[in-house]
């Protein structure tokens, strides 16, 4: 494995590289990686339509992933990179997973359940709260998304 020490725009490039796949085969456009202790372990995009799955989220994917690489339903060294800030569904196995930081780009003001909709690390309860920062290549990650958006609306975003 290659061992990676980069910043988080660094890492967000390199979600956002999934992202382009995504695009590339006309999926919204979502990309996500997850880092363990300086290592990629996990690359993933959105595929819904593609699969006909609703959970197939670039972060759901990914975290499929590190749990199988690792061998371990616990991502507790690990950093979740994702060019969209996570739904409800993706919040909840970031949650479940227990990974620490998540890094986002874009803000989701429809979906996003890391502060736009409303905030996870804010409902009492969890066992587990992981570190949140958003924003980070946040034009370019919402770039690619409004684009996306606008040409099959066909109208402006």
């Not at 300086?38 to 959105?46: E, K, L, P, W």
């Not at 992981?130 to 606008?150: A, D, M, R, Y």
Request: hydrophobic share 35%; glycine share 8%.
């Amino acid at each position: 494995m290659k061992k990676y020490v980069k910043t988080n725009e660094e890492y967000m490039e390199l979600a956002y590289k999934e992202a382009l796949k995504a695009q590339a085969i006309d999926e919204v456009p979502v990309g996500a990686i997850i880092v363990c202790e300086g290592v990629i372990i996990a690359r993933a995009y959105n595929s819904r339509n593609k699969s006909q799955c609703a959970t197939a989220h670039a972060e759901h994917i990914a975290i499929e992933k590190a749990c199988k690489k690792l061998k371990s339903w616990r991502l507790e060294n690990c950093t979740l990179y994702v060019t969209l800030e996570p739904c409800p569904m993706c919040a909840g196995a970031i949650i479940q997973s227990r990974i620490p930081k998540v890094v986002f780009g874009a803000y989701d003001p429809k979906g996003g359940c890391f502060g736009s909709c409303v905030d996870f690390n804010q409902i009492v309860g969890f066992n587990h709260y992981p570190e949140v920062e958003g924003g980070v290549l946040q034009e370019e990650c919402s770039k690619i998304l409004s684009s996306f958006f606008k040409s099959k609306r066909g109208k402006t975003v």
